[in-house]
Nanobody, 116 residues
Framework: QVQLVESGGGLVQPGGSLRLSCTASGITLSIYYMGWYRQAPGKERELVAS???????NYIDSVKGRFTISRDNPKNTLHLQMNSLRPEDTAVYYC??????????WGQGTQVTVSS
């Protein structure tokens, strides 16, 4: 069974940085249109960044210029570099396919907390 495993979260002060990683067993991430999602308490899960098979990236407005999504294909890993973090970035972050029909079971996610 395919497993998506997110890591790299933590507690960081406003203005700080974190680098999230997503690894997968049983599939090759590079062939999929992949995304990083987040879910804050009391809110719906939202797609914050995506990368297609050609490497084209897309971001929601609130993270543009601060977050960078990338792939490490030899390591079958997806990353999210998050800089200039803000308290409103606090959420559980998940990776998964963007296309609904390709989506796999959600992993446990990784908690990102931005607080002084």
């Amino acid at each position: 069974q395919v497993q998506l495993v997110e890591s790299g979260g933590g507690l960081v002060q406003p203005g700080g940085s974190l680098r999230l990683s997503c690894t997968a067993s049983g599939i090759t991430l590079s062939i999929y249109y992949m995304g990083w999602y987040r879910q804050a308490p009391g809110k719906e899960r939202e797609l914050v960044a995506s990368i297609n098979g050609n490497g084209r990236t897309n971001y929601i407005d609130s993270v543009k210029g601060r977050f960078t999504i990338s792939r490490d294909n030899p390591k079958n890993t997806l990353h999210l570099q998050m800089n200039s973090l803000r308290p409103e970035d606090t959420a559980v972050y998940y990776c998964n396919m963007v296309v609904t029909q390709s989506r796999r079971p959600w992993g446990q996610g990784t908690q990102v907390t931005v607080s002084s």
